[in-house]
């Protein structure tokens, strides 16, 4: 679609400024801090010892190896491995035969290796594993009080109570400018004057209609069974996928009229402002958000980001806090 952007003609700006728009805020609860906290102490609660049998979330000290035909399997024997159960960390075969056991038992469970195994000489075949479990921890779940608070960082509870409440409350009104910034935008795009070619419009509804039906095969589900649990025929699902291809061309031409009418640019130091953002956000090095996305890319984005600012910034906007 940007690219079908790159060759539109030129689009006349309509009404942008002044757009009204009723901004809509959840509240923070006095609940919604309390489950925080909750979560805060669970989080950071010790493992202590317990002789209760193994269950999801406790943690486990184990031997491992595999046996085929009652030789050890080589390379797979581990020792001492320590993992929380239930996050992933062992293959979920081995954790289903760890569930209910507990710490100083040496048990077995057989496993039967996929046909087609990276390791010829085990493919499709039965192995014995055998584990020796050596520890399982619980969580001791601290109180919350002042103690707890103060482990974290804060002066006492209270202000740890007062901290989350203000992350929340930023957090709520991102939101509720990132959807208004959206809904603003599309109005603006609603408002321009443009002639959008009906056959790229089509395209791509065509091809929005050829992955739903690909989506629905690999469900085995038919076209004709979709269209009658959404309420609609296939030619309402098609001018749905048209609609919305319009508006979020008309979004994109939107961007770029309003960001050259009132001179909003990105510079280099931005796009490094936002490739270092995307890197911690998602946990990946810079790199590899260099390798995935483009410079233009992101310069693109960050402009739509500005573009929804300004508007936001010159909108008549009512906020209201919702009910809770």
Avoid: W
Wanted: a negative charge.
């Amino acid at each position: 679609m940007e690219q079908a952007a790159n060759t539109m003609p030129a689009a006349t700006l309509g009404q942008y400024k002044g757009l009204a728009f009723t901004r809509r805020v959840r509240p923070v609860s006095d609940k919604a801090v309390e489950a925080d906290i909750g979560n805060l102490a669970r989080v950071h609660a010790p493992f202590v010892p317990t002789d209760a049998p193994a269950a999801r979330g406790m943690r486990v000290t184990l031997d491992f190896e595999g046996f085929l035909e009652g030789a050890p399997i080589p390379d797979s024997r581990m020792e001492k491995v320590t993992v929380v159960l239930g996050t992933g960390q062992l293959m979920p075969a081995a954790e289903d035969a760890v569930y209910g056991h507990c710490a100083g038992e040496t048990f077995r469970f057989d496993f039967t290796y996929p046909a087609e195994f990276r390791v010829p000489e085990l493919s499709g075949r039965t192995a014995q594993f055998e584990i020796c479990l050596h520890t399982v921890e619980r969580r001791q779940v601290p109180p919350v009080d002042d103690a707890l608070a103060k482990s974290l960082g804060y002066a006492d509870l209270e202000a740890l109570r007062e901290s989350l409440r203000e992350k929340k409350r930023l957090s709520h009104e991102a939101n509720a400018d990132r959807i208004a910034g959206a809904a603003l935008l599309d109005m603006a795009g609603a408002n321009l004057t443009v002639e959008l070619p009906a056959e790229l419009l089509a395209q791509n509804a065509e091809y929005q209609m050829n992955q739903l039906r690909q989506r629905l095969r690999k469900s085995k589900m038919t076209m004709e069974l979709y269209c009658k649990s959404a309420g609609l025929t296939p030619e309402q699902v098609r001018e749905g996928y048209r609609k919305e291809a319009e508006r979020q061309l008309r979004a994109m031409l939107a961007v770029r009229a309003i960001a050259e009418a009132e001179k909003i640019t990105v510079t280099q130091q931005e796009v490094d402002a936002e490739i270092a953002r995307l890197s911690k956000l998602h946990d990946t090095p810079e790199e590899e958000i260099r390798k995935v996305l483009s410079r233009d890319a992101i310069a693109a984005a960050v402009t739509n980001q500005k573009v929804q600012r300004f508007l936001l910034d010159h909108a008549a906007l009512t906020s209201v806090v919702e009910k809770e």
